[in-house]
């Protein structure tokens, strides 16, 4: 059974969920840059830009709130500048939600470039070399000057796979960073999320869950998930940790995004995500369509002139073939990234649209079962690659 937060001052942050199917929840979350429906689906900006749209891209696809990272405006431009541009929302021209992540996944992901200190974390830039120190303290300051609505606590997310034993002690560690976080947190105008870790373990999700809610917090991240384990595993620690949180607060599924772990995610009772698997898609030629995930650039697409998916509403599909975007991506014309990305945000934006008017019509597990009945995932084995490949970046990034 799910906890209630204990009373707590939110600020001008409010939370609703105004209907229920299953442990699917349709709700809103009331900010100071506007209100969220959730479920709600959070384009990635990492660096105060979508790559390779504008905010008015962003607008007419009707993005709610989107997420910026914190560890990559540190180092580049520096919060100083961004802070003198009067916030992020005034940075990069966006005047709707902004979340910001605290940069403990990028950091933690550094490997041979970082040390893990009581107080915090030692590392080397990925960008220059130069070295820098995070503390609970220095996120908490470097988050309040960025100006973004959501704040997210420092955290460890622990790889997979990793012993049971050092996953509890990196959760342990975020529970500790987590009560530095709350101390050194002074905005009243920002929400401070918790995030709970605890690998694939549910014992340890729910344990993280449950001690991260006596703390009060406005929201919960869920981190460490969708890092390489399977799918079975991702969703027993999702259910762990969500039968565990508040039911009157939000809950964000960090980092996921495939289609069918969003809509598996909302029937956990999932309010929020974030991934860049669209605009990184979209940048290598594959666009999301309601059967599956579609490579354009195969010589198929090269003389067919119809939209990318036929009924589909996106500003890309009312005016544009498959064979120009296989035409643009072909000769490398970077409008085909922009088609692409904005094809695909809007086709995840959709999709959560429609399971939160699923769930308020009371028929989410109608929509779900007839999206996937028809939606092909990436087979096993492509993963396995992906997840290879993906490895082997990270290694000689690390050197």
């Known amino acids: 059974m799910s906890a209630r937060a204990p009373a707590a001052d939110d600020g001008p942050f409010r939370f609703e969920v105004r209907a229920v199917d299953g442990a699917a929840r349709s709700g809103v979350f009331a900010t100071p840059h506007g209100d969220v429906p959730t479920p709600v689906f959070m384009p990635v900006g990492t660096q105060a830009t979508v790559k390779s749209v504008q905010s008015r891209d962003l607008l007419e696809l009707d993005v709610r709130i989107v997420l910026a990272n914190t560890y990559h405006l540190y180092l580049r431009p520096g919060v100083e500048i961004v802070e003198a541009a009067g916030g992020l929302h005034e940075f990069m021209n966006w005047r709707r939600p902004i979340l910001t992540d605290s940069g403990g996944f990028q950091v933690f992901s550094l490997a041979a470039r970082r040390k893990i200190e009581p107080g915090g974390v030692r590392f080397q830039s990925h960008i220059d070399g130069s070295e820098h120190y995070f503390t609970p303290e220095s996120v908490m300051e470097a988050q309040e000057r960025l100006g973004a609505d959501v704040i997210m606590a420092f955290d460890e997310c622990a790889p997979y796979p990793a012993e049971k034993s050092y996953v509890?002690?990196?959760?342990?560690?975020?529970h500790l960073w987590a009560e530095r976080c709350r101390r050194a947190h002074t905005r009243r105008d920002q929400a401070l999320f918790g995030i709970v870790q605890g690998g694939v373990w549910p014992d340890l999700r729910e344990e993280s869950a449950r001690r991260l809610t006596e703390l009060g917090f406005p929201g919960y991240g869920i981190g460490g998930l969708s890092v390489g384990e399977d799918k079975?595993?991702?969703?027993?620690?999702?259910?762990?940790?969500?039968?565990a949180l508040p039911t009157d607060k939000p809950r964000y599924l960090m980092g996921v995004g495939a289609p069918e772990d969003l809509l598996n995610a909302i029937a956990e009772g999932v309010d929020m995500f974030d991934c860049v698997l669209p605009t990184r898609n979209a940048r290598n030629g594959t666009l999301l369509t309601a059967a599956g995930r579609l490579n354009i650039r195969n010589a198929e697409h090269r003389a067919d002139l119809r939209p990318v998916e036929p009924g589909c509403g996106c500003p890309v599909c009312a005016v544009y073939s498959k064979a120009y975007l296989h035409h643009l991506f072909r000769a490398d014309e970077l409008l085909g990234y922009t088609l692409a990305t904005i094809h695909n945000i809007w086709f995840l934006v959709q999709l959560v649209v429609g399971a939160r008017t699923a769930v308020e019509e009371g028929r989410f597990e109608r929509y779900r079962a007839d999206f996937l009945a028809g939606y092909a995932p990436p087979n096993a084995e492509a993963r396995r690659r992906n997840r290879e490949r993906r490895d082997r970046r990270v290694a000689a990034r690390n050197g």
């Open 232 to 243: 079975d595993e991702m969703l027993s620690a999702l259910r762990a940790a969500t039968s």
């Open 168 to 174: 509890r002690e990196a959760m342990e560690r975020t």
